[in-house]
């Protein structure tokens, strides 16, 4: 009785450290936010009284508000879908069988580990308009006659950054979808080849079931990486023009940092915090109900 | 293998713990002041902290020549030394001393000491009277400049002179220059360069406003965003944009990419600092760069615009001597401004002084000073003296980048009016 009782406690001294880890650096200053989201701040940071709502209602009624939640819902969505798209096909290239995979599978990795902000840099050099290597390239080859101006409106930055952010974030989803795509096993291919399956119903009947908890991680992680990612868009155009290119993490920044709104600022922090926490909650809840169903 | 590395760790954490109390022991004589630097340049941290200042540092020299002060200095990218600062305010950690553009913030907050309580009256008296002046909300003076730097058009000779133009005074010559350029050029060089952008949209409104009789605030010292001379100047400057005389992305090319775009030939015309010279000279290939002064609508007299930096001590409740404290403030400054430490300082990042007895040593190493000190003289600051001015910096850029995107300049700077004055 005595022995059982002490296996029961020991997960839990193992986990201390971490909880303990946890409970300082995340969940106590996610505490502190909150309780800073009602308080009145100065803007050199003094912390005042408690105000309720207000700064809540500040940051919603700001006249960029509506723009930057619509930046940031595209945002997310086109770099975590679109990513998610192509990691998948590559990671299906990449389980093939072909000369050179483990060089493929290796200069994959580079977009991925590089430092987002020389990713955006790069990705500012390539598409400038007077130097720019996209220019350069294209003018020698002969495809087109003179320079184009790539950054013309702040629609067309907006979708550069998200082609950025998409670059970087593939190989992420691509490895996870390829962990998932090794632990497969060869036989029920070779046995639904027998069977007379083809190329896109061995897909949908046997790859997508089996890597669904694979995606399922990559895509939770994704929205979470994603709606929180700072360097690309402060590093290709801080949000010019008058916030049409800002997500709420730059948005959020800029708020505190250059308009000194810093009671707005954490009260949109907390508004981002929640969406998130809706936004993986769903999506954890509704794929575990079906692995559950499955 | 275990048992050593234990044994380490070990004698680690009590060698540790002995340097504590040691430290703590001796914390009682020296005064501690914690110095926050920006960051000018690659030289600035090796002037402070390295060997930049002639084989040693600001720091080793004057705790050196003070020995019962101590310097936690630490020098900050511009990038971050907001946070940094409104991190260390928010914790009750603010730094004793600090390098930093905006005060007006920490004055009405309550956090600032007054400068006659810590610097010396013969520094005092040292300063150019003009800079002290921006320092001063309620006839009280809460900072000292550190440096300044004054704003002029700089061009490209070369172009000019194969163009056969002179450089323009006033906005009508400035549009036949530009058209001349065009035409000389079919399009391939830019004539004049704009920044619009996050980072210093608001130096573009001072440029155009001020050049046609505008500005921040009128006469009296209160907001005027939306003058008609304002609404003209900015519409001048979309104009300049729509006509294709200008760099194409305004929105988002900062003024160091204009920069280098004027350094490569490809841009005619730049407003830029004092220190773009040695910024070109920095880079590949020889322009030669001549300069005159910031062009002006018909009439109207142009106006150079001044950048400055300042210095600034914050309030410390908890130090025990208050008048001690005070006082190693004012040795650091003395020490700092001291010309045999100063001139160093302005010249090695190519600013320009704040002090009167830093003038001639700084003339007599490059003749080219005495020119920017009479441009120093006569340009205006911005109001960074008003509570609102954070604001309204990021308010004009706002205004500016939706005029660029179609807004009407005359709508967006009246909301902007109604918003901080209203």
Not at chain 2, 325 to 340: Q, W
Request: proline residues 4%.
């Amino acid at each position: 009785m005595r022995e059982k009782k002490r296996w029961n406690l020991m997960p839990y001294v193992w986990l201390l450290p971490s909880i303990a880890l946890i409970s300082v650096f995340v969940v106590f200053p996610i505490a502190i936010v909150f309780k800073l989201s009602f308080s009145e701040i100065s803007k050199a940071g003094v912390v005042g009284e408690f105000i309720g709502l207000r700064n809540y209602t500040e940051a919603v009624n700001l006249p960029a508000f509506k723009t930057v939640m619509a930046n940031t819902f595209w945002w997310v969505i086109s770099v975590v879908g679109l990513s998610t798209l192509f990691g998948f096909a590559i990671a299906l290239v990449l389980n093939e069988k072909f000369a050179g995979r483990k060089i493929a599978r290796s200069i994959l990795i580079f977009p991925w580990a590089t430092s987002l902000v020389i990713q955006a840099s790069v990705w500012n050099y390539i598409i400038k308009y007077e130097y720019g290597s996209l220019n350069s390239v294209l003018l020698n080859l002969g495809i087109i006659r003179e320079a184009i101006n790539w950054r013309s409106t702040y629609q067309i930055e907006f979708v550069w950054e998200c082609a950025c952010g998409i670059f970087v974030t593939v190989p992420f989803v691509a490895f996870c979808v390829l962990s998932g795509l090794q632990s497969i096993d060869r036989s029920l291919y070779e046995s639904a080849t027998v069977d007379g399956a083809g190329f896109l119903s061995k897909l949908i009947h046997i790859t997508l079931p089996l890597v669904r908890p694979a995606l399922s991680v990559s895509t939770v992680l994704n929205i979470i990486y994603v709606f929180n990612s700072f360097p690309i868009i402060f590093t290709m155009t801080k949000g010019a023009p008058a916030n049409k290119t800002d997500t709420m993490i730059t948005f959020l920044y800029m708020l505190s940092f250059y308009d000194r709104k810093k009671g707005p600022a954490i009260a949109l922090s907390v508004i981002g915090f929640l969406i998130l926490c809706l936004c993986a909650g769903i999506y954890m809840v509704t794929v575990m109900r079906k692995e559950d169903a499955a | 293998m275990k048992k050593w590395i234990a044994t380490l760790l070990a004698a680690a954490m009590a060698t540790t713990s002995l340097a504590g109390a040691a430290v703590s022991a001796s914390a009682d004589d020296p005064i501690e002041l914690d110095v926050i630097i920006c960051q000018y340049g690659p030289n600035t941290s090796d002037w402070f902290l390295g060997d930049g200042m002639g084989g040693s540092s600001f720091v080793e020299k004057f705790e050196e020549a003070n020995p019962d002060i101590k310097l936690n200095l630490d020098v900050v990218s511009w990038n971050d030394v907001y946070t940094e600062v409104d991190t260390r305010i928010a914790n009750d950690n603010a730094p004793d001393i600090l390098n930093i553009d905006v005060f007006a913030n920490y004055a009405n907050e309550g956090l600032l000491l007054p400068v006659k309580d810590y610097c010396p009256e013969e520094l005092y008296s040292d300063f150019f009277p003009s800079f002290i002046e921006q320092s001063v909300i309620d006839d009280t003076v809460w900072a000292v400049p550190d440096l300044a730097s004054a704003r002029a058009l700089f061009y490209n000779a070369d172009i000019f002179e194969e163009v056969g133009i002179e450089p323009p005074t006033t906005w009508a010559e400035l549009e036949d220059a530009c058209q001349a350029i065009i035409d000389y050029y079919d399009g391939e060089i830019y004539p004049w360069g704009i920044d619009m952008t996050t980072d210093e949209g608001q130096a573009a409104f001072a440029y155009y406003t001020w050049g046609n009789g505008g500005g921040f605030v009128d006469e009296d010292g209160e907001w005027a965003l939306n003058s008609d001379e304002n609404v003209e100047a900015i519409n001048f400057a979309l104009g300049l944009i729509e006509n294709g005389y200008t760099n194409p992305n305004p929105a988002t090319q900062t003024r160091y990419d204009l920069q280098d775009m004027f350094a490569a030939g490809k841009l005619a015309m730049v407003i830029a600092p004092n220190q773009l010279p040695t910024y070109v000279a920095d880079k590949e290939g020889a322009i030669n760069i001549a300069t005159a002064g910031i062009p002006a609508n018909e009439g109207k007299t142009g106006s150079s615009v001044g950048v400055m930096d300042r210095i600034m001590a914050f309030k410390d409740d908890s130090a025990p001597d208050q008048d001690a404290r005070n006082e190693a403030i004012g040795r650091f400054l003395s020490f700092f401004y001291d010309p045999e430490n100063y001139v160093g300082w302005v010249s090695m990042e190519g600013f320009l002084p704040a002090v009167n007895s830093a003038v001639e040593s700084l003339v007599a190493e490059d003749p080219s000073f005495e020119a920017w000190l009479d441009v120093l003289g006569s340009c205006q600051f911005y109001p960074t003296a008003k509570a609102e001015w954070d604001q309204v910096k990021q308010g004009v850029i706002a205004a500016e980048q939706n005029a660029l995107t179609g807004a009407s300049i005359e709508t967006e700077l009246d909301a902007l009016q109604e918003q901080i004055a209203g």
